[in-house]
């Protein structure tokens, strides 16, 4: 397969990124480690005029912020997003996270921003549309959905590992273009449609990512629930995050992140507010996963029912709270 | 058996160095000076008719070489079977209709890939829809699509039958009611590809004085070059077919493709060298997979478990064009009668025309399919008799000597101590008894273990039903064999060398091989129909044995010995007992020469199957001897259900089979990893996703293969049942594709075992364990 | 379709011969080392990241040459499979996996080697389930990974240090 013709830049910083993108306006995209970029360029689902290569570009290494925080470049590959301690010790989760995306070679070249900017999926989308699905679907500009045709909009899901991962941990990401930069919650970043999941404008891409740190007692797990173990996007997600009193024992407060359910990862916050204040046991956890199914309604996505997307997410839950509430210990 | 010195060892094969390092040519990698790229329109419909093509935009595009459409060709039709009672049903361009999405319409060559594919865009197609129908059952009704007339001896009601079979000895009906106990079942089986990783590639280089030179990533050059010549016109020495390694085909690279057909047609038209290579996708979406089935069967049985009657009937989704969907049905049939004794049968196997791609041969070509019908059945009999699964196939097992409905007969069957020697290895039984006790436990991780057995045939008559080899000596006394056998990674090289090299005491490192040229090398049957150890290896140790003869005659002469008292060893002869006084094979090779007139000691053998049966047997009514080496098997899974997520793990297989004998230990235990690999992607992993005619999930990524987290541990017990002597004709069976059958069946016992629950359907995903679980409603 | 984009210069170091070449920007390293410098050895099976057979070794670590751009190899070091054995000698890892069988079609070979050689230069003792990690993105039809596995262990009980 063979990649369509772009005009090449180079750009060894956010900044002279974002100065980039602003003079070539709407035709010029952003490649980091290129994992998620070229296989849709090669399958033709994108077609940049210009490709600012960020591939070389120098990473700063994760550090503490003054306020605590964690900060982490959008450049850093997972590799080194699992392989740094300081990311182990303040944000267990995501490393966890990190480690089960892709594979070995991918995770090598992926890069945290452009795990967060990836494209939502749907088996009708992610292919070449030469000969099978040639009339567009939404998501491709026509007036069809594939996968629900009674729809009137696109259910292609957001099946990112590690944003479900940040929504938990309550993470912060910059938001940069050459005139202006803001910081938003990592909610802020994704809209909810599948036809266009993230809120960057053509000129924005983000730049550092902050991780508040926990003062107390923290478990946390991510479960990904998938077929092959590896070299596969999740079936569906869970990342867990349980903040405890100091007794322990009681859940101060419950972080509950679902992906690959929707066209953004999604929160559960009534199983959350469920356990909050409650001691953690087997009755205080399935009454979370119980709300957690009353609240989460999984698109069925890539050959899955919803029927069983339901059953599985009720398992992962469950599985992700037992292990995080296993795994609270003090800082 | 006298000691050996080459068969039997685990020798490391001969393009291990060439693969390890790079250094190995595939198809892919080929170039030649001014090679074209060659890319396919395909029909983005499902059934239509192409009213127009307009190619005139395309070719006026610089860069373009050549655009071929079906005005281009000669109208000729091919196929997998091309017999009276089959003849071929497809083109190799599609002209006037098109009946699957994916059909090839035009081809384009042009000097990159970007003009090629700007050209494909280029060509106007006008399609006019035609009703279409993806389901066999919905296929065979009344008022469904006609996709092609039923065929013209099929007198049932049903449409778009493109062939059946249908056979059967006793009475069905007086076994039934003599049976004790009956059952009836239906069991389905789903879309699966062969994986092979290097895509379907060909390159194709047309001499103007005449001459077309093709490489293919194939199975065997020989059914190609026929297939070729035939539908370009070309007389068929005129085309030159070759090989280069071959990364992968699994059954996926037998028959004539479109991309073969293009490359050399647009060669011819453009007067350069083409390459047309499928994308991943391509091969996905548009290529040949494996046959889905729909088996029913009613079975009767004795109280004591002994088998009476089958009625069996096989539905066979077979895509737009017959392909090898006539052949399975076929097949089919003996996957039935093999591996169990029965004394009435009744089978009818339909082949039904839909609106998918048409399908080809995969490894175990329809025994997984059949294998998982026939032995979870006997399982759920066993049940409901109260016996355990070991004893009721003991019980139906095939004897060493027993004659088959067929004629054919089993020879040194090993069936019943490969169950034997499966279910003691694994201790079976206690498993067995004690997994189905454990009742209700906290534990969501359930154990289960399950047997299954099957047969596979190991050669048999289809085109070119025979191989031939030369063995012939080099001035230094090492060897070069020829011959026209393929290695796709199974390493028939390194086994043909054996035998050569056990023939005639040169080592397998000084042997030579040629290998797969139309033009250099005699016919092959291929690497398919699992002939290839006994056929092509029958071949070329008659070849080495005539060269060991002359060499013996020759030493006799001149050590003044009789041939009996000589030793060949290692390049050398001598009289038993004085090695000190040997000749060297080189030293003979110059007396050759000098005494006999010039004779360079060249060897020629040739083997068939079944040498004194002419044709092969009836695809209609299975009449007519089929095959004289039958492999055995029994296989053992044990899984791991984990009863909330519904995910099963294979655990471990054991397989124990016979294969004759293995004449490569280490290559034998190779096919048996990558067959329960298979057949372990088969049972949980792998569907290729179609909906109306489309593939949802044409990329390695949506298509789960099994990686390294999904490795099962392979176990094996040889059963020898054979024996190979030197200067002896030898049966040894195949080991190749027969063992991703029966695992299939022991896994879906497993599962039984382990939960209670059975499954009716391939493959076993969570959602079904669920549901069968009655946690999803 | 889009002009094509002027080539550019660049200049980079494969098996450790140094190649200056013009390329233009959308061609991948993978259609450098198999068009332009003929070195055939690195594989494509699916282009898209999908299967490894395309992983070569930049400054040691193994990257899918499907997915990496040509400009973006500027003044690398990149490896093959075909600058693995030294002067036709095989690395230990070569030679135990043809000893072992981890060979048959071999199409998956040259990414598997290289992977293999990368993990046991940065983790001289991996364990089980990081070797599984270092090779899950590495597809192989033909062994099932038995072999595979069986030949890196085998490496691993020689005691054997990639680095030496
Ligand atoms: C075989 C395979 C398996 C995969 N499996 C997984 C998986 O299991 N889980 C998973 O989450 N992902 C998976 N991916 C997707 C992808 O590889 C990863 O998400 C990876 O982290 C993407 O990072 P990248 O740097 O390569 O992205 P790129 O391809 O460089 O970029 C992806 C997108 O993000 C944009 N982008 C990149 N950086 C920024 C930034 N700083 N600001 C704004 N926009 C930006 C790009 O413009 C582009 O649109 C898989 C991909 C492949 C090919
Ligand atoms: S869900 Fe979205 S991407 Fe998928 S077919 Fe529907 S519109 Fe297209
Ligand atoms: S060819 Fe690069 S990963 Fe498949
Ligand atoms: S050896 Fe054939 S794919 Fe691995």
């Keep these: ?331 | ?777 | 379709m889009k002009k094509k984009q002027g080539r550019q210069l660049i200049e980079l170091a494969v098996n450790g011969e140094a190649y200056e070449l013009a390329e233009e920007p959308q061609v991948t390293l993978l259609e450098v080392l198999r068009n332009d410098l003929e070195l055939t050895g690195t594989k494509e099976s699916c282009g898209t990241g999908e299967c490894g057979a395309c992983t070569v070794l930049i400054d040691g670590e193994p990257v899918l040459s499907c997915l990496t751009l040509a400009l973006d190899c500027r003044d690398l070091d990149i490896l093959t499979i075909e600058g693995l054995a030294k002067g036709g000698d095989l690395t230990h890892v070569q030679e135990i996996f043809l000893e072992r069988g981890a060979v048959q079609c071999g199409f998956c070979t040259p990414g598997v080697v290289l992977a293999t050689t990368a993990l046991l230069k940065a983790t001289s003792r991996p364990t089980d389930y990081e070797i599984k990690k270092a090779l899950e993105g590495h597809l192989c039809r033909c062994t099932g990974y038995n072999k595979i596995v069986e030949a890196i262990d085998k490496v691993l009980t020689d005691g054997y240090l990639v680095n030496e």
């Design chain 2, 1 to 777: 058996m006298s000691e050996l010195d080459y068969v039997g060892k685990r020798i490391l094969r001969k393009d291990g160095p060439d693969k390890i390092t790079g250094r190995a040519k595939y198809t892919m990698d080929m170039r030649l000076p001014g090679m074209l790229v060659g890319r396919i329109l395909r029909s983005p419909c499902p059934h239509a008719r192409i009213l127009n093509i307009d190619t005139s935009r395309a070719e006026k595009l610089p860069g373009v070489k050549a655009v071929i459409t079906a005005n281009d060709t000669l109208g000729i039709k091919h196929a997998f079977v091309e017999t009276p009672r089959y003849p071929p049903d497809q083109y190799a361009l599609a002209a006037n209709r098109v009946r699957y999405v994916g059909e090839e319409v035009a081809a384009v060559a042009a000097i990159d890939p970007y003009v090629a594919e700007e050209a494909l865009h280029l060509i106007q197609v006008d399609y006019e829809e035609m009703p279409a129908v993806f389901d066999p059952i919905e296929a065979m009704r009344q008022d469904a699509p006609e996709i092609h007339p039923t065929h013209p001896k099929v007198k049932e009601p049903f449409k778009n039958i493109g062939g059946k079979t249908y056979s059967g000895w006793g009475d069905v009906e007086t076994g039934f009611a003599q049976s004790d106990y009956m059952r009836e079942d239906r069991f389905e089986s789903h879309l699966r590809t062969h994986g092979y990783l290097e895509t379907q590639v060909a390159l194709a280089s047309f001499e103007p004085a005449g001459k077309l030179n093709i490489w293919t990533s194939s199975q065997g050059p020989f059914i190609k070059r026929e297939k070729l010549a035939r539908t370009l016109g070309l007389p068929l020495s005129a085309v030159r077919v070759q090989m280069a390694y071959v990364g992968g085909a699994f059954g996926g690279k037998v028959d004539l493709y479109a991309h073969e057909f293009c490359a050399a047609l647009l060669s011819m038209k453009a007067g350069l060298p083409v390459k047309i290579a499928a994308t991943r996708e391509e091969v996905f979406a548009a290529y040949r997979h494996g046959q889905p089935l729909i088996v029913e069967i009613k079975t009767g049985v004795k109280k004591d478990g002994t088998l009476l009657a089958q009625q069996i009937r096989v539905i066979n989704n077979c895509g737009a064009y017959r392909g090898t969907g006539v052949v399975v049905i076929f097949l089919a049939w003996g996957f039935v009668m093999l591996p169990y004794r029965l004394p009435n049968l009744k089978y009818e196997g339909y082949a039904v025309y839909t609106n998918n791609p048409p399908r080809t041969a995969q490894r175990g070509h329809g025994a997984p399919q059949l294998r998982f019908a026939l032995d979870s059945q006997l399982d759920m009999i066993a049940e409901e008799l109260g016996m355990d699964p070991v004893e009721i196939r003991l019980k139906n097992a095939r004897q060493p000597g027993e004659q088959l409905p067929n004629g054919d007969n089993v020879h040194n069957c090993g069936l019943v101590e490969c169950i034997e020697r499966a279910a003691e290895h694994t201790g079976f039984r206690e498993k067995h008894l004690q997994n189905r006790s454990v009742g209700t436990t906290l534990d969501p991780l359930r154990r289960g273990i399950g047997i299954a057995v099957s047969s596979y045939h190991s050669g048999s008559l289809i085109y070119p039903n025979s191989s031939s080899a030369v063995v012939k000596m080099n001035d230094d006394g090492t060897l070069t064999l020829m011959t026209g056998a393929m290695d796709i990674g199974q390493g028939a090289e390194t086994i043909l060398s054996q035998i050569v090299a056990e023939e005639v005491q040169v080592p397998v490192d000084k042997i030579e091989v040629i290998a797969a040229d139309t033009e250099t090398t005699p016919v092959d049957i291929g690497s398919w129909i699992s002939g290839n150890t006994y056929v092509t290896g029958n071949a070329a140790r008659e070849a080495a044995s005539v060269v060991r003869k002359k060499l013996l005659d020759l030493a006799a002469e001149e050590l003044e010995a009789s041939p009996e008292d000589l030793v060949l060893d290692n390049m050398r002869v001598y009289v038993a007992g004085s090695p000190g006084r040997a000749l060297k094979y080189r030293d003979l090779f110059t007396a050759s020469i000098r005494k006999r007139r010039g004779d360079p000691i060249i060897g020629e053998g040739h083997w068939r199957t079944m040498q004194d049966v002419p044709f092969h047997p009836s695809l209609a009514t299975t009449k007519g001897r089929w095959s004289e080496n039958y492999a055995f098997d029994a296989q053992v899974a044990e899984v791991e259900v984990n009863t909330e997520t519904g995910m099963v793990r294979l655990v471990r297989a054991v397989t124990a089979h016979d294969c004759g004998f293995p004449i490569n230990p280490l290559l034998v235990e190779g096919q048996i990893d990558g067959q329960i690999s298979m057949a372990l992607g088969h049972a949980f992993l792998e569907e290729v996703i179609m909906k109306d005619g489309r593939t949802l999930n044409p990329s390695w990524l949506d298509y789960h293969m099994p990686c390294i987290h999904n490795m099962a541990v392979s176990e094996s017990i040889d059963v020898i049942t054979e024996t190979y002597d030197v200067g002896r004709s030898y049966r040894t069976k195949e080991v190749g594709e027969g063992l991703v059958s029966a695992i299939l069946a022991a896994i879906a016992n497993a599962i039984f075992n382990a939960i209670g629950v059975r499954l009716y359907s391939t493959p076993f995903t969570p959602e079904k364990i669920l549901r069968g679980l009655g946690r999803i409603k």
């Design chain 1, 1 to 331: 397969m063979h990649l369509p013709r772009f005009t090449y830049k180079k750009s060894d910083s956010l900044e002279e990124t974002a100065q980039l993108l602003s003079r070539y306006d709407t035709g010029a995209c952003l490649m980091a480690g290129g994992t998620e970029l070229l296989p849709r360029m090669k399958y033709g689902l994108a077609m940049p005029e210009v490709l600012i290569s960020m591939k070389r570009s120098p990473v700063s290494s994760p550090k503490i912020g003054s306020d605590g925080d964690l900060v982490l470049s959008p450049l850093m590959t997972l590799r080194a997003v699992e392989g740094s301690s300081l990311v182990r010790e303040n944000a267990p989760l995501l490393s966890e996270a990190v480690g089960l995306v892709g594979s070995g070679e991918i995770r090598h070249m992926g890069t945290l921003g452009g795990n967060l900017c990836q494209e939502t999926r749907c088996l009708y989308y992610n292919q070449s549309h030469s000969f099978q699905f040639k009339k567009p679907c939404f998501k491709r500009g026509g007036d069809i959905c594939y996968s629900i045709p009674k729809g009137k909009e696109c259910w292609a899901v957001f099946m990112g590992d590690i944003a479900p991962a940040l929504y938990s941990l309550e993470a912060k990401v910059k938001i940069m273009s050459r005139d202006k930069t803001r910081i938003i919650p990592i909610e802020g970043l994704y809209r909810g449609d599948g036809k266009k999941p993230l809120i960057l404008s053509p000129h924005e891409i983000i730049g550092e990512i902050f991780i508040p740190g926990s003062n107390g007692l923290r478990g946390s797990a991510f479960s990904k629930f998938s077929f092959r173990g590896g070299l596969e996007f999740a079936v569906l997600s869970v990342a867990a995050v349980l903040d405890m009193e100091d007794d322990g024992e009681t859940c101060r407060s419950a972080r509950i992140t679902v992906g690959a359910v929707a066209a953004a990862p999604v929160r559960a916050r009534c199983a959350e507010a469920g356990i909050e204040g409650k001691n953690i046991s087997d009755r205080s956890l399935s009454e979370a996963v119980r709300q957690a199914l009353d609240e989460i309604r999984p698109v069925p996505h890539h050959g899955q029912t919803s029927g069983f997307l339901k059953e599985s997410l009720k398992v992962q839950i469950r599985h992700a709270l037992s292990v995080a509430a296993g795994r609270v210990k003090k800082d």
